[in-house]
């Protein structure tokens, strides 16, 4: 009995011994895509003579590697910090995101950009609140789901958690930002979903969801002239229109002119410009690629150059490696989003499992969405590709996130 005794601790000792305190395949995969992000938001921005023409500190390929080294000290400090407390504090980082989703709707303090009010300007750089809105949203629905499984099979619980959605998702749409807004549904539902809210609830949600979204595409796609029509952006409609293939003249009005035709077919043509543009730059990439800066779609401003280093960044890195290189790149995004999963698998109780199980569903609608706007299986939204995509409040965003993970994996099981 004594021998016992004694092994054990020296087992225990020696499997802890052997378990790294961070993730470090998720940590290379994560690197490459900077390293490669680097890359691409250089070669993008270079071929722009005005910005060739800027001194090396004031271009976008440098700013971006200072974003990474914040977005790096960001990560790190969250994951310095026991996720139990940070969960604590959910509910003050909810509500302070809500407040900044409110603040940056006010006309005087969003900034107006493309159309949309999502950015509030704070001098050197442009704060979005909604890249950090989701990630609040994440830790007070894993906070609020990791009650007793009996309570989240009362309708009260589920309704407040439907609720602890719906109020940033209303809000972000509102900037107008619908792809921001649609990541947030996916992230919600299969976290209760793992938390254990009862499937007939969600079922019947999604019932409901479909059929709205069914109804809203009708209306867009189909609907008359003349006919009253739910109220949405414009840019946003033509974008459906765009997606769906409809042609602009089926919804002239009965004494159109042929001029007016004429208008409206060029509109169809500069609005589809973005995507057929983006479309040549994957299918013209090849096998192998064009070679880094030689892509002649981006370097002739065929690929609009005042998104390709964000939304198209991929059509960039598709055009100038290729099918590899895009390969790499789905390849690295595969090791990020299967070790998150591997670390939700090994949390050490349901609230770490459903932060990483938020995280991973973001990061991954987060590709999903701009690899398919690029490809033209989804529509455009303003989506970034994380830690491809220059933009400050998106590298923040996803170095948090990977905080996040990382947080619960250092306090995962010992087994």
């Not at 200072?66 to 790190?76: E, F, I, N, R, T």
């Not at 543009?277 to 892509?295: D, H, P, T």
């Not at 998104?307 to 960044?313: P, S, T």
């Amino acid at each position: 009995m004594k021998r016992t005794i004694e092994t054990i601790p020296m087992v225990d000792a020696s499997i802890h011994a052997h378990m790294s305190p961070l993730d470090r395949l998720q940590l290379a995969a994560l690197a490459g895509l900077m390293v490669i992000g680097t890359l691409f938001v250089y070669s993008a921005t270079a071929a722009n003579p005005a910005v060739a023409d800027l001194p090396w500190f004031d271009q976008s390929w440098f700013k971006q590697i200072v974003w990474y080294a914040l977005g790096v000290g960001a990560g790190a400090v969250v994951c310095a910090m026991d996720y139990h407390v940070l969960a604590r504090w959910s509910v003050v980082a909810y509500w302070a995101a809500i407040f900044f989703l409110v603040v940056v709707l006010v006309p005087g303090l969003g900034t107006v950009r493309f159309g949309a009010r999502r950015w509030i300007d704070l001098g050197p750089f442009q704060f979005q609140p909604s890249e950090f809105a989701k990630l609040a949203f994440i830790l007070a629905l894993a906070n609020f789901l990791s009650r007793p499984s009996d309570e989240l099979r009362s309708p009260a619980a589920f309704w407040k958690g439907i609720g602890l959605l719906l109020l940033p998702f209303t809000l972000i749409l509102k900037e107008p930002d619908l792809g921001s807004a649609l990541v947030l549904l996916p992230t919600g539902l299969v976290m209760m979903f793992v938390a254990g809210t009862p499937k007939r609830y969600l079922l019947k949600l999604a019932g409901v969801v479909g059929v709205l979204a069914a109804l809203f595409l009708a209306d867009v796609l189909f609907a008359p002239p003349g006919w009253w029509q739910i109220p949405v952006e414009s840019y946003q409609r033509d974008r459906l229109l765009v997606y769906f293939g409809r042609d602009y003249t089926d919804f002239a009005p009965p004494n159109a002119t042929p001029a007016d035709l004429q208008r409206l077919r060029q509109q169809q043509l500069d609005d589809e410009y973005n995507v057929r543009q983006a479309l040549i730059s994957v299918g013209s990439g090849g096998l192998m690629g064009k070679g880094w800066r030689q892509g002649t779609q981006n370097r002739y401003g065929y690929l609009p150059r005042a998104v390709a280093h964000n939304d198209f960044i991929f059509s960039v890195i598709a055009e100038e490696e290729g099918f590899v290189g895009s390969v790499i790149v789905l390849t690295l995004y595969a090791v990020v989003l299967f070790t998150g999963l591997r670390i939700a698998g090994r949390a050490r109780d349901r609230l770490g499992k459903l932060v990483a199980v938020g995280v991973v569903t973001l990061l991954f609608s987060h590709v999903f969405i701009n690899i398919g706007m690029n490809i033209r299986i989804m529509p455009v939204t303003g989506v970034p590709l994380p830690l491809l995509s220059y933009g400050g409040s998106s590298v923040l965003g996803s170095w948090i996130a990977v905080g996040l993970m990382q947080n619960i994996h250092i306090h995962r099981k010992g087994y």
